[in-house]
């Protein structure tokens, strides 16, 4: 069976709304107390600011922006994965590892349609 390339371009848009919708949903409650001296607030706004990032990559003709947020993601989510790793693989592990597979991809792939 031979894949469906002509959805690929719907495919990534879904990946890109995913993401977003991840990053509010997990990051939404520490984004309200506006505690800009905690870092755990500085690395949430910085990964929902490149979320939104590649959002807005994905209208631009070239892909810098994509991929510069894709960078931004994986960085970030690898550093939480990294803090957070305790020995085991846990339910907070597993769920770092959506949000770093789609920023690598976007990191990888750009705005490749």
């Given amino acids: ?9 719907f495919a990534n848009w879904l990946l890109r709304i995913a993401l977003a919708s991840i990053f509010y949903n997990l990051y939404s409650n520490v984004l309200s107390t506006m505690a800009f001296t905690n870092l755990s607030f500085l690395v949430a706004l910085a990964i929902v600011v490149f979320g939104f990032l590649l959002l807005i990559g994905g209208l631009m ?13 994986t960085l970030i989510t690898v550093y939480k994965i990294i803090i957070s790793f ?6 907070y592990l597993v769920s770092q590892l959506i949000p770093l597979a789609i920023g690598f991809y976007f990191l990888t792939n750009g705005n490749d349609r």
């Fill in 61 to 73: 003709a070239k892909p810098t922006l994509t991929i510069i947020a894709g960078l931004g993601i």
């Fill in 1 to 9: 069976m031979k894949p469906f390339k002509s959805a690929k371009g």
């Fill in 86 to 91: 305790n020995g085991m693989f846990d339910h």
